[in-house]
């Protein structure tokens, strides 16, 4: 039996991001024998406010499937900047470590990234308790905030870079969750002997594919009768939503096709009101159009006889009042979490327990990010889509990891990031032929029996936690050493 514990800011009952794989991995090391200690802050995401229950809170501590949670303190604000940003990160740094220091003794200490600072009372903690500290890389940074534009203050990715330096190089052993971060991390000195692959799992028993007939999420939200392109997930600067709103807008010819957009609340209000922006840019465009062509009438019917004007406006169906005109994104309820916009429906967040009946509602799942997200990103929505069975359309970099897994796993389409004519083709593609749709289903969903079982997971973080105990290097067969370069003399 080891004694571990997981130092990572999402903890349940946060739905989604880190959290669920936190807790899925906490809970299956307790199902293996192993006792584990969670240090984590009072749950506030996605709507960055503190839940209810745990409101007004410095610490708590309570067991949870055998599990021991720590919640500490954290400053949130709900729309948090940089320096809002900071003084969180800061504040858990703190409260944690003080929490943390008032339990057992482990055998070895794993801590999610991002958030960075986390590495600092993890680090620490090592050094108090001497056991090793294993670094969970869930994202790169600060490279990829600078990439997309979140981080541009120049001391700000200065201190974020020497945290970088500082986490990877004190830790004694580095889990990354695909080939493209350990090739990023070699290519930045980092020791292959200290660097290990383990992809990010899925409960394969959990999420599964289920039959669309009678499904509960479609009944609730009716779509019975629809073919259902389903986002779900967070949306951010990293995902741009907005093509899928455009796709959406270009599909209004095909009938019964629903884009459902599930996401926080804050988040689906800012999405409507890009549809109402949207709407109003066509509505202007197609009353436009309406006036040229009453000019156009107008000026033709002065040189006709007031007989042939009637007879005109009978044939042209303009007779009487004209029919005001009507954009196909009108809005059909108010703007709410629970919403329509023409073809789009946005829809709250779904409790965890539901996830696998609304991924099996869907006859198609989006994966979408910008064209300038970082290739070696990886959304967790992609595992979670593969289990489910259905097939998937990712709107990403074509050398990214998103794409790159799509492509082997053989179960969706890749297409342009940010365009949204090209993701309109591949929706309609499988629109019109379902039985292609099933097949990439039934192939994602075989990949993630392969790859991505939570069980594989499990025993491959057992083997790491045992390995670096012993002091043994982890030596992980698939991450190559950089090329040495020859050198010359003069001579």
Known sequence: ????????????????????????????????????????????????????????????????????????????????????????????????????????????????????????????????????????????????????????????????????????????????????????????????????????????????????????????????????????????????????????????????????????????????QYCQKRQSQALAASQALADRQRSERDLSDRVVSHDGQEARKSHLGLAGDEPAHRNPLDTDAPSTAEARVGNLHFLPFQPREQLPVMLAAADVGLIVQRRNVVSFNMPSKTQLLLASGRPIIASVPATGSAAQVVAQSQGGLVVEPENATALAEAITALYHDRAYGQRLGHQGRQFALKHYSFEQALQSYEALFERLIKGEPIADPRIEAPPQSSATNGS
Not at 43 to 65: D, H, S, V, W
Not at 156 to 179: D, H, M, N, P
Not at 180 to 200: H, M, R, W, Y
Request: positive net charge; glycine residues 6%.
């Open 1 to 272: 039996m080891l004694k571990i514990l997981i130092y990572s800011y999402n903890y349940y009952p946060e739905p989604i991001g880190i959290a669920p794989l936190m807790t899925e991995l906490a809970q299956g090391l307790v199902a293996r024998g192993h006792r584990v200690r969670v240090v984590t802050g009072m749950p506030n995401y996605p709507e960055r406010q503190i839940y209810p229950a745990y409101r007004g809170k410095f610490y708590c501590t309570e067991i949870l499937q055998g599990v021991q949670v720590q919640r500490s303190y954290i400053m949130i604000r709900p729309n948090p900047g940089l320096l809002a940003r900071m003084l969180l990160d800061g504040s858990f740094v703190v409260t944690s470590i003080l929490h943390a220091l008032k339990g057992w003794r482990p055998d070895v200490i794993l801590y999610t990234s991002p958030p960075l600072p986390v590495s600092v009372p993890a680090v620490i903690l090592g050094r108090i308790w001497r056991v090793p500290v294993v670094l969970n890389l869930q994202d790169i940074l600060p490279e990829a905030a600078i990439h997309v534009g979140l981080l541009r203050n120049r001391f700000a990715i200065q201190v974020f870079e020497a945290l970088e330096r500082f986490a990877y190089r004190q830790a004694t052993g580095i889990s990354v969750i695909t080939k493209k971060f350990a090739d990023n991390l070699v290519q930045k000195g980092i020791e292959t002997s200290k660097i290990v692959c383990i992809p990010n799992w899925v409960d394969v028993n959990f999420i599964r594919p289920l039959p669309i007939a009678e499904n509960l999420f479609r009944q609730t939200y009716g779509l019975d009768d629809r073919f259902v392109v389903l986002y779900a997930g967070n949306i951010a600067l990293t995902q741009g939503l907005e093509t899928v709103i455009e796709a959406a807008y270009q599909l209004q010819h095909l009938p019964n096709l629903a884009v459902v957009v599930v996401g926080e609340t804050k988040a689906l209000q800012r999405l409507q």
